[in-house]
């Protein structure tokens, strides 16, 4: 499954590539408002945001209102989250 690499708004398959863009993406400009749109172009509709808080939800909300939020703040939620993604 390709990453969105937030470094350069579109997917990326490559392992290594995603490690390399990883290390970028703290040490670089994130292009999280085209990332978001690049979402929408491609009719993708859910975000799952991992990790502590909403932020990144928030702000993708503030670009495109259709997106919707998942929230996956720690081990419990990672079962539903699966569910969801396998349909």
Known sequence: MPVVANVRAEPVSDPDEIVSLLVAQ????????????????NEIDTLYEI??????????????RALNGVTVGGPDDIDGVLKAIKG
Not at 26 to 41: D, I
Not at 51 to 64: F, P, Y
Request: net charge positive.
């Open 26 to 41: 703290v040490t670089g400009r994130v292009r999280w408002r085209e990332t978001v749109s690049w979402f929408a172009a």
């Open 51 to 64: 990790g502590a808080g909403k932020v990144l939800t928030g702000l993708a909300r503030r670009i495109d």
